[in-house]
């Protein structure tokens, strides 16, 4: 069965950093389309970052300051946030998509193409 946990989340300063992580299991990573989302409260979930293709994908509120990464040998992903702001307080989802289905480069910050999901992990940045 598939499961994604992630953890790492937490309240940070305004200008802190903050790395959050996925393990993943019931299935690998490798080769394997992944992206992490967030949602803030009274907003739709919002792409954040995305491995696919061998190339990675950013959101352009993080893109400079956020970078996504995975371990294939631990099966796990990462979300790595330096010069953290107010505005990317939210619940960070880490998700990943079925086997090795690859996207067109405007689908891969796109909540509704990867059906695995984790439960989610606060992060908060203080002003």
């Known amino acids: 069965q598939e499961q994604l946990v992630e953890s790492g989340g937490g309240l940070v300063e305004n200008g802190g950093s903050l790395r959050l992580s996925c393990e993943v299991s019931?299935?690998?990573?490798?080769?394997?389309?992944i992206g992490w989302f967030r949602q803030a409260p009274g907003k739709e979930r919002e792409g954040v970052a995305s491995?696919?293709?061998?190339?990675?994908f950013y959101g352009e509120s993080v893109m400079g300051r956020f970078t996504i990464s995975k371990d294939n040998d631990k099966n796990t992903m990462y979300l790595q946030m330096t010069r953290l702001k107010p505005e990317d307080t939210a619940i960070y989802y880490c998700?990943?998509?079925?086997?090795?289905?690859?996207?067109?480069?405007?689908?891969?910050?796109?909540?509704?193409?990867?059906?695995?999901w984790g439960q989610g992990t606060q992060v908060t940045v203080s002003s």
């Open positions: 998700a990943a998509v079925r086997g090795q289905a690859v996207f067109t480069d405007d689908l891969y910050l796109r909540s509704w193409v990867y059906p695995f």
């Open positions: 019931g299935f690998t990573l490798k080769g394997r389309t």
């Open positions: 491995i696919g293709k061998g190339r990675t």
